[in-house]
């Protein structure tokens, strides 16, 4: 959440059209927040800005800014936590916006207009919900699709979409149940009502210093993944033979 403050202010303060997008901006409208099987974050900025933005991020003492190649025709860049693999997504958009299958087109886009987002305003697009019918369905805000980087059906024989989708209220049960706690920024919004662009960044760029700390998130982070990465891949091999194992129609089960 601090990631995405701060990049959203660092663009904010030289000018830089960005807005949330895919499964940043359903979180937005439905859930108020971060979807919370969700991990990772979506903005969109125009391409012609690229310069503009490698140069904001630059000199950042925390942050770190990298193209990423593309998805389908879009490029895609990142900005992320220096020292660590915490990183957000920017599409890079042309210019005029055209309507596509997995993006908003410039009458969808424009005006821009702030979403609550866990505590933040953020810039979003203007008239979102053709947008997202055309990307999730007519259903996408009362129809959860359980989908992650980890967890998907292109990656993994283990997800069935049948099995991990529901509707809002069968999803908000188990995510209570499993006591999900959600992020809360805490922070003046980025309205500029409560702050000014130049006062928003410095207050995100010391937020973000404090992860950094000696002992802070930074640090346990790093040692979490080093000791959980193994263990993760086990169960993704796991997962896998069992998935495999039951479209064979076998009844053995892997141990």
Avoid at 19 to 27: A, E, V
Avoid at 61 to 77: H, K, M, N, Q
Avoid at 197 to 205: F, I
Wanted: net charge negative; aromatic share 8%.
């Amino acid at each position: 959440l601090l990631l995405l403050r701060a990049a959203v202010a660092v663009l904010e303060a030289v000018a830089v059209p960005c807005w949330i997008t895919g499964g940043t901006l359903i979180g937005a409208l439905r859930h108020h927040g971060f979807i919370p099987h969700d991990d990772d974050i979506d903005l969109e900025c125009l391409e012609i800005d690229k310069g503009r933005i490698a140069a904001a991020f630059e000199d950042s003492t925390y942050l770190t800014f990298r193209s990423g190649g593309r998805w389908r025709e879009t490029p895609v860049a990142h900005v992320g936590l220096r020292n660590t693999d915490v990183e957000l997504d920017i599409f890079l958009r042309e210019a005029e916006l055209a309507e596509l299958s997995d993006f908003p087109s410039e009458v969808e886009v424009y005006p821009l207009r702030r979403y609550h987002f866990n505590g933040l305003e953020l810039p979003g697009p203007a008239s979102p919900d053709s947008f997202l019918a055309r990307l999730y369905g007519s259903d996408w805000a009362n129809f959860v699709r359980v989908w992650s980087h980890d967890f998907n059906d292109i990656h993994g024989l283990a997800h069935d979409p049948e099995r991990v989708s529901m509707a809002l209220v069968d999803y908000e049960a188990l995510v209570k149940q499993a006591g999900y706690r959600p992020p809360w920024a805490g922070c003046p919004t980025l309205s500029g009502k409560a702050a000014s662009a130049e006062e928003e960044l410095e207050a995100a760029v010391r937020a973000l210093g404090r992860l950094f700390e000696p002992g802070g998130p930074v640090e346990k982070l790093k040692a979490a993944r080093e000791v959980s990465w193994l263990e993760k891949l086990r169960r993704k091999n796991r997962e896998q033979a069992e998935a495999q194992l039951r479209l064979s129609g076998s009844e053995e089960v892997p141990a």
